[in-house]
């Protein structure tokens, strides 16, 4: 039941203008597949070969570096930690890493607040001393609820046995579709890994797995798995 969705940008200007000049940058950093799938796309529209990459170092989290791979192009850094806090800590090893000049693809939030993975992955680069270009590369947004009459109502009939949250937006714009935490109360609820889990908490989500290993799917799977197995 997806609660949020990812779109095409309305006015592309600003990321056209960005990827026209990539030379002048000397890391592009993605934070989300979504970011890598939306680049990669404008790259073929504009007609741009990968090779105009070749003096930038490219750094994405965990199985996302499958997508760059899948583009042609080298992934220079793969945090042991599969989230933008790894991103911020291997690069905080490299000697000379203040004022490197970086590109983010970050996504244009519409309908819902902000999370603030990005606000934070944004300000822990600046505290490296990098200057830092975050750039709209797709848009995330809220579904309308009046598309999941028949979900919610099973949620607050107790016939749901977990809910499993993968990102802070999706938690965000799940509970824009409900009246009370009283329509979610029979569910277990599960998180991608703890930085999703954290903000859940902030929202009031009253967390029951959270997957330690966060490096793809198939360890949230496994978590909650084990959790039923458990109980």
């Not at 002048?24 to 939306?38: K, L, M, Q």
């Not at 080298?74 to 590109?103: F, H, T």
């Not at 001393?129 to 947004?141: A, D, E």
């Not at 360890?219 to 109980?231: D, L, Q, Y």
Request: charge should be negative.
């Amino acid at each position: 039941m997806p609660t949020i969705e990812t779109c095409y940008l309305e006015d592309y200007s600003e990321l056209d203008t960005a990827i026209k000049r990539l030379a002048e940058f000397d890391w592009i950093v993605f934070t989300s597949r979504n970011g890598i799938e939306a680049f990669g796309q404008r790259l073929k529209f504009l007609a741009i070969p990968s090779s105009a990459l070749k003096n930038c170092q490219l750094s994405a989290i965990g199985k996302d570096s499958e997508s760059l791979s899948a583009l042609g192009l080298k992934v220079d850094l793969i945090p042991r930690e599969s989230s933008p806090k790894g991103i911020i800590n291997e690069l905080s090893k490299i000697s000379d890493i203040a004022q490197k000049s970086v590109l983010i693809p970050v996504p244009e939030v519409v309908g819902i607040p902000e999370p603030d993975v990005i606000p934070n992955f944004v300000a822990g680069l600046q505290k490296l001393g990098m200057q830092v270009t975050p750039i709209p590369t797709y848009i995330t947004r809220c579904l309308d609820k009046d598309i999941y009459e028949v979900e919610l109502e099973l949620i607050r009939q107790g016939k749901i046995d977990a809910i499993a949250f993968s990102s802070t937006a999706e938690v965000e714009g799940f509970l824009q579709m409900l009246k009370s935490p009283r329509d979610y109360q029979h569910c277990i609820l599960a998180c991608f890994g703890p930085y999703t889990a954290a903000n859940a908490q902030k929202l009031g989500i009253n967390v029951s797995i959270i997957a330690q290993d966060y490096s793809s799917f198939a360890g949230f799977a496994e978590a909650i798995a084990a959790f039923f197995t458990r109980h």
